[in-house]
Structure formats: structure tokens, C-alpha cells
């Protein structure tokens, strides 16, 4: 650093336009410094009392030298300067530099330009520049880009203008390029402010020159007689010219805003002929291919499409290029012309890929379809029909295509695998073509997908077989009930006849325990096929299970974290409460079951609107309003392979004896009797959720009796928690006709009714309770019948019945659903019904509530 003396100690800054071309010298540093040894030297031989005055004199006069120095850098007469700014090539840069600049002080002054701001502002010298403002003060054209400038350097910001000046003489005017930037980062650089001015007057006729050049291509692109248009790597339409856009009936303004994809030009799968070029890095191709475009009003056009495309170093596709030539506008009639566009049209069009090929399977020509469907698969498929279908077909696809090479005809059907993650089917047609030496194909490949057919014909199938598993364990159970039902009814007489202190009452009750079980295994069953009896009520689902949670956390655990997540203003469903808790149940311990380790068990309620029902994946359900339960576990998934098996009856992956293989498909059951829908995702490591979509139930004015007496079963639990709830007296008189075709149920049956003080008569089907009934008319007062009988079922009899004696109660018992037979009576006909099986107490219970009915 060297000191640099200011000649206006108040105005430092002109220095910008003259500094000071000083450099320091280390010969004065090295004179000073050896003056000052040689006093040191020469005060020490003088002797410490002849030396101090003048050392003390010497040691004054360096403090006032520095004293002042100190000054008159404070007020800025000696500065230090660095060497960078007497640099004089950084000067002869600037002051011969080809833009004009100008540095300005906080005032807006002008502390220093070079020659051409000088020329470009027409001032006759330094004395005479003057700043940018002022320079173009007046002229309406610069002085709103000036301000923004002015504004700019104020803020100490950069901004950049390009405006035109007239000429004052009329001449031609000129561009100039305005330019503003502070002068550093430093506080004292930031005082001052750098203006450039550059005439870019022949870089702008240069550009309007190029500017018209292209406007002319562009007109001579648009209105040339063919069409043109260009699509980037994404789909979209970029360029269309004129020509195409009259054929089309496009708008080019529309066109021009963007969103016209490819796919909304081209008709059909031609889209995918398009994009079907095979990828070769650095090269540039050409095709040509005979496709329809589409119209906006939806007609089509006929054209021929020589499509270009480049490909990059890596094999990226670039913008395509297509010349497009009208095949409609013909000069005159050509048979053979039209013939090959109604060809081509429908070769495109056809729903099936077509392919021609060789003896290797290597694709030489190829329809829209083929291309489109080589596309969503994996691999070089446009390249080898062989790569389409999965490697375990393929030997067959190999054969079928050798025998076409060989001349055969009738070449068999080839069903196969098509490739890829998901599972698709395809059926190949292959058709042997005439040979030609000149070309190498052998074979014409017809591919039909098969995809949808097969998956509804194993959902047809897969429903047919739970329909006939379904009749099947229906009629198990209802002949399983008769036997329980017999079973249950001797049992209890047991009871009754033996005290708790007898030795044989504990195998009484072990009995009693088994029949139990047996009978809930058979409502399993029946809830399966659907047919055992519901009791719905309106339901809010939130409420149900809230009620739940204490059971579901017992069931799982403390391993399994549960988690209940309650939509908002759920809607109402319309369900059996107790068949409900069921399906929670069942579903909570299949996922317990699943996480042996633990892990989290997620139920999730939500209003499914229609809309959203309709764009759900799931296939069956129709669009409406539905109330969504969400149960997901973190467990170990379900395998693909037996996602479809796991609502069969008795399928079970657990060990034996660990399960019945009941719990999903009574969930199904119960679901699907609901009028619900029930479906399963699961992976297999990750865990499984089990979505149920219920009805929702719009809320009509119902008795006031029915709620009343959906919560009396709930309350009956509190009620005798609280106190021991008294014996109910289940005795009676009256005559009752037992209608029942098993002689040894009907025999017990009547047995405990009369064990009651009824007076019971017998009958072993439909045809001799009539005839009892006309014999007693008046002396019966309730019949007690079964469903299903031989010569004449229950309905039946019923309608006879009440046609003699329109008052008559009448209790049906059957092992099936209330709803099975109660569709076959007439309407508003009333009856009461007991489930198979039942013990004697529920069979007293139920006689006497009918009989005491008013």
C-alpha cells in the first residue's frame, strides 16, 4: 500500500477522474530505517547522560510526524491507496473501452467517463459530460426507461434497457443498451454509481432482419400445399402449420396456447406408430407411415405421414418433424389409390395387433394396435413377436410360427401369457403367407387380448362356486339344526332332572357345551350362504365400534396397537348389530393372527360418495353412497396365489385345530346378505387391509317401538349386572298345533310344551295340520310350525290357514332365514320366528310372548 495526497481535502472523490499515479519505494523505507539505527548507534556511544536529551528529542519529533500523519488521514489529505487503482492497464481499459461509461457520486455528479460515453452523449469534452438523465431529458421514448434506471441505482440494484432514440436531423434513429450497477460491495464503493451506454443499433437491424427471414419460412411453412407438424418428446404438439390446421379445423391461435397432444390429432392406436421407432443413439430416421387424423368435429382424414426423428447420444428422443401429405385431395379418380387408403385404414384400425414376420419371430411390418400393445410391455416386443409372450409360452408361439413357415394351414389357436408384471392373456392367430424371395416374411400374427374375457370368466366361475359351496352348506346346516335342535331339547330335560350335585351333571353340561358350539359352527355356516336371520336396525357405525374398542383390544393383545380413526358425519347403514360385531371380530383376529411379533390394527370409517365410488377399482360394485370400514394390518400379507381362496369355507393357512376356515367367509356372508361389498388388498411382508363398503340407509320415519326393542337385548346385560334378574314364568295354557315332519324334534318339542300346560296336537306336515285345524277350529290358539316339509311347506299352509281363520298366531321355526320364505307370502302378513336350533326355554319363551300378545 502506498499513501496517496488528495489536492481538495473536501472533495476526495474527483480522484476517479485524475488519481494518483504513485507507487511506493522500499528504498525510502530502507533510508529512513538506517537513519534511525545511526542515531540509535551514535546516542549510545555519546553515554547514557550526554545521549537521553536527544534521544528524547528524536523520540518527540517521530510522535509529532506521527500525531500529524494520524490528522491528515482523518481528514482524508493522506489516503492509503491500493496498487490495483494506479494500475495503468486497468485504466487504459476503461478509458478505451467500446461501451460508454460514465461513475456517478451519491449526488448524481459525475466523477469520471471515457471517450466513447463522451461521443455517444455528444459532449465536446470531460468538462462538458453530463449524466444519463440529463443527457435524455425530454425525450418521451427514453424517459421511462431512464426513471426505472435512476430508480434502480438509488436502490443499488442492477437493470439493464434497450430503447430507441430518434434522430434528430430525421435520420434513421438509433438502439442503445442503458446499463446500471453500484460500483462495489464496499461501503465506499456503494457510494458511487457505474452507468454504461452501448449502441446496439446494427445488433437490432440484425435481428430484424433474421426475424423477417423467418417470418417469411414461416409463411411459406404455413401456407404450403402439404401439411407440417412437429411433436415434442412428451406428446405434444409444438408447430402445426396452417395447411394442417385448416384440414383439421383447428384454430392455430388455440394450437399455439399449448395443450393439443398427438393423441388428440391422430386417430386410433396410430398415436403409438408414431412413437414406436426403435431408439439407436445419434441417429436420424425416417418412416413413413399411412395413418387417419382426426378432425375437431371428429371425422377423419385420411394421410400419409413421413415422420422424422433424431435420436441422442444416450438414445434420447428428440422433436420430431412430420410432413404430412393429404390422401383424400386427389386429382382425379384412382381406384387402385383408394383402394390402399380403405387398406390402411382398416389394417389400423382393426381391434386385433397384426403383425408379419419372419422364421425368428423378428416383426417386419406391424399395425397401430401391435405398436400400441408392444408399448405397454416390457423389452424389444416391437422389435420380436416372441418378446410379447411370457417365456413359458413361448415354445408354442415358436412351433405355430414354424409350421406357417413350412406352408401349413389351419394352424391351431395359441393362447398365451403375454409379458410383463401384470398378468395379461392374449390368443395368436398364425397364417402362413405366400413366398416371396425377395422378402423374408413367413407368417401374418393376429393377436386378440384376452385379458378381460378371462378375468370374467374366473369371477363367473369363482361366483358360481361359492353359490353352489354356498347351497351346499346352507343345506348342511338346516339338516344340522334338526339334529342340534333334538340334541339341545333332550339336553335340557336332562338339566331339568338332574340337580348340580348329581355326578352326572357335569357331562350333562359338557353335552350342553358341544351342542352350543356345534350350532354356532352351523350359523357360520348359514351366514355363509347367506341365509341365516338378520335383525337390522339403523346404525351408526362410529358408536358400534366405540362400543368395541375393550373387546378388540383384549382379543389382539397388548402386542398390536389399535387404532380407530372415525370419519366425520357418517352417514347411517342399516344393519344387524350383532352380525356386525362379527365381521369386526372375525377380521380382528384373522389380523391378530397375521402379527405374531405384533404391529398396528388400523379400522377407518369414511363416506364414499357416488362419484368417488364410481372411479374405484373395484369390479361389481355399482356407483352410489356407500360408509367405507378400513381394516389394515402390518402383518405378513396374504400370497397372491390365494387372494381368491381366502372367503371359501374352510380355507385356513393356520395349523390344524388353530381354525375352522369360517371367519372370512362368514364375513363375506354377513356383508353380502347386508346388501354390502366387501374386498381385499393385501402384499405379501407389508400387511393387509379388507375394505367393507355398506349401503348408506336414508332415514325414514319408522315405529318408535323398534328402537325400543333393539336396545332391550343391550340393556339386559347392565340390568342383571346390577341385580339378579328375576326367574320369568315361561307356563301357560292353551292349545297348540306342532307342525314338525322329524318325529323325534316334533316328539320333544311337544314334550316341553306340555311340561308348560299347553295342550299340544301333533302333526307331521301341512296337509295334517289343515286337517286338525278344521276338526279344532276354535279350540286352537297358536301353531308352532316348521318351514320346509314334505306335501306342504309353511308359507303354504300359512296362506290356507289364514284364509279360515284370518286371527291365527303362528310361529315359524326353520334352520333357514326369516328372509328365505318370507318373500313367498303375501304381504303385510304377520308371524313370529324362532332360528334352528333353539333350546326348550327359547321355545317356551317365544310361545308364551306370542300367546300373551295382544
Not at 387402385?336 to 381391434?351: I, K, L, N
Not at 374366473?458 to 354356498?470: A, C, F, I, P, S
Amino acid at each position: 500500500m502506498a499513501l496517496e495526497l488528495s489536492n481538495d481535502p473536501h472533495h476526495p472523490e474527483p480522484d476517479l477522474v485524475e488519481p494518483a499515479r504513485r507507487s511506493g519505494s522500499i528504498l525510502l523505507v530502507l533510508v529512513v530505517a538506517a537513519g534511525v539505527v545511526a542515531a540509535a548507534v551514535g546516542f549510545m556511544m555519546l553515554g547514557r547522560t550526554q545521549a537521553q536529551p536527544y534521544i528524547l528529542g528524536l523520540l518527540a519529533l517521530l510522535a509529532m510526524v506521527g500525531l500529524f500523519t494520524l490528522f491528515a488521514f482523518a481528514a482524508g489529505i493522506v489516503r492509503f491507496a491500493d496498487r490495483t487503482t494506479e494500475d495503468p492497464v486497468l485504466r487504459q481499459i476503461a478509458d478505451h473501452a467500446f461501451d460508454g461509461l460514465a461513475v456517478t457520486d451519491s449526488r448524481g455528479h459525475i466523477v469520471y467517463t471515457n471517450a466513447a460515453y463522451l461521443a455517444l452523449t455528444g459532449a465536446a469534452g470531460p468538462d462538458d459530460a453530463r449524466p444519463v438523465e440529463r443527457v435524455f431529458i425530454g425525450n418521451p421514448d427514453v424517459s421511462e426507461a431512464v426513471f426505472r434506471l435512476l430508480k434502480a441505482a438509488r436502490e443499488g440494484k442492477r437493470l439493464q434497457e434497450e430503447v430507441r432514440v430518434a434522430g434528430s436531423d430525421g435520420a434513421h434513429g438509433r438502439w442503445l443498451r442503458l446499463r446500471v450497477r453500484p460500483l462495489g460491495e464496499g461501503k465506499r464503493e456503494a457510494r458511487f454509481t457505474v452507468w454504461s451506454i452501448a449502441d446496439i443499433t446494427r445488433d437490432r437491424e440484425r435481428q430484424e432482419d433474421v426475424f423477417q427471414e423467418l417470418q417469411h419460412a414461416i409463411e411459406y411453412l404455413d401456407h404450403a400445399p402439404c401439411g407440417f407438424f412437429s411433436v415434442n418428446p412428451a406428446g405434444e404438439v409444438v408447430y402445426i402449420n396452417a395447411t394442417l390446421a385448416n384440414w383439421l379445423d383447428h384454430d392455430l391461435a388455440e394450437i399455439g396456447s399449448g395443450g393439443l397432444k398427438l393423441a388428440d390429432i391422430v386417430s386410433g392406436d396410430g398415436a403409438a406408430l408414431l412413437t414406436s421407432i426403435t431408439a439407436e443413439p445419434g441417429a436420424v430416421k425416417t418412416e413413413t407411415f399411412d395413418v387417419d387424423l382426426r378432425m375437431r368435429n371428429g371425422k377423419t382424414v385420411p394421410v400419409r405421414l413421413y415422420h422424422k426423428l433424431a435420436f441422442g447420444a444416450d438414445g434420447t428422443p428428440g422433436t420430431s418433424r412430420t410432413l404430412v401429405i393429404n390422401r383424400a385431395r386427389d386429382e382425379g379418380p384412382d381406384p387402385q389409390r383408394t383402394a390402399e387408403v380403405r387398406f390402411m385404414r382398416f389394417f389400423d384400425h382393426t381391434p386385433m395387433a397384426i403383425a408379419t414376420v419372419d422364421r425368428s419371430g423378428a416383426v417386419a411390418r406391424a399395425n397401430a394396435r401391435f405398436a400400441k400393445l408392444a408399448q405397454s410391455l416390457p423389452g424389444s416386443a416391437n422389435k420380436s413377436i416372441l418378446a410379447v409372450v411370457n417365456e413359458r409360452d413361448r415354445a408354442a408361439l415358436t412351433a405355430a410360427i414354424a409350421k406357417a413357415a413350412e406352408g401349413q394351414g389351419d394352424i391351431a389357436p395359441v393362447e398365451a401369457m403375454l409379458d410383463g408384471t401384470a398378468e395379461r392373456w392374449g390368443q395368436f392367430f398364425v397364417t402362413a403367407v405366400e413366398k416371396d424371395e425377395r422378402d423374408a416374411e413367413v407368417a401374418i400374427v393376429y393377436m386378440l387380448e384376452t385379458t378381460e374375457k378371462r378375468t370374467l370368466e374366473n369371477r363367473v366361475t369363482q361366483q358360481q362356486k361359492m353359490e353352489m359351496v354356498g347351497q351346499l352348506a346352507g343345506g348342511i346346516a338346516h339338516d344340522f339344526n334338526n339334529v342340534l335342535s333334538a340334541i339341545m331339547m333332550a339336553n335340557d330335560f336332562l338339566l331339568n332332572a338332574h340337580k348340580p350335585t348329581d355326578p352326572s351333571f357335569q357331562d350333562i353340561m359338557q353335552i350342553k357345551q358341544n351342542a352350543t358350539r356345534a350350532a354356532t359352527l352351523v350359523r357360520q355356516l348359514l351366514a355363509f350362504s347367506r341365509r341365516q336371520t338378520l335383525r337390522p336396525q339403523v346404525l351408526d357405525l362410529g358408536d358400534a365400534l366405540s362400543d368395541l374398542t375393550m373387546l378388540l383390544r383384549r382379543l389382539i393383545g397388548e402386542k398390536v396397537k389399535l387404532d380407530l380413526v372415525h370419519g366425520r358425519d357418517l352417514w347411517p347403514v342399516k344393519v344387524d348389530v350383532s352380525q356386525f360385531e362379527q365381521v369386526i371380530v372375525n377380521l380382528a383376529v384373522n389380523a391378530r393372527d397375521a402379527m405374531p411379533d405384533g404391529g398396528r390394527l388400523s379400522i377407518r370409517t369414511a363416506n364414499i360418495v357416488t362419484a368417488e365410488a364410481a372411479k374405484l377399482p373395484y369390479k361389481g360394485m355399482p356407483a352410489a353412497d356407500y360408509v367405507c370400514i378400513d381394516v389394515t394390518d402390518t402383518g405378513t400379507g396374504i400370497p397372491a396365489e390365494i387372494v381368491d381362496k381366502i372367503f371359501e369355507p374352510f380355507f385356513s393357512t393356520k395349523e390344524v385345530g388353530k381354525g375352522t376356515g369360517l371367519g372370512l367367509s362368514t364375513v363375506y356372508g354377513i356383508v353380502k346378505q347386508t346388501g354390502g361389498f366387501v374386498y381385499v388388498d393385501s402384499e405379501p411382508g407389508k400387511g393387509t387391509s379388507f375394505r367393507i363398503f355398506l349401503p348408506r340407509h336414508v332415514v325414514e320415519a319408522e315405529p318408535a317401538v323398534e328402537p325400543a326393542a333393539a336396545a332391550a337385548p343391550a340393556a339386559a346385560p347392565d340390568t342383571a349386572a346390577a341385580a339378579p334378574a328375576k326367574p320369568r314364568d315361561l307356563t301357560g295354557q292353551g292349545t297348540i298345533l306342532l307342525v314338525e315332519d322329524e318325529d323325534g324334534l316334533r316328539a320333544l318339542n311337544a314334550r316341553g310344551l306340555r311340561s308348560r300346560g299347553y295342550t299340544v296336537l301333533e302333526a307331521a306336515n301341512g296337509m295334517e295340520a289343515l286337517d286338525i285345524l278344521v276338526e279344532n277350529n276354535d279350540a286352537i290358539d297358536l301353531v308352532v310350525s316348521d318351514v320346509v316339509m314334505p306335501e306342504m311347506d309353511g308359507p303354504t299352509m300359512l296362506k290356507a290357514m289364514r284364509g279360515r281363520n284370518p286371527d291365527l298366531r303362528i310361529i315359524f321355526v326353520s334352520g333357514y332365514a326369516e328372509d328365505a320364505f318370507a318373500r313367498s307370502l303375501p304381504e303385510n302378513q304377520q308371524f313370529a320366528f324362532l332360528p334352528k336350533p333353539f333350546t326348550l326355554s327359547q321355545l317356551v319363551a317365544q310361545v308364551k310372548e306370542t300367546m300373551t300378545a295382544s
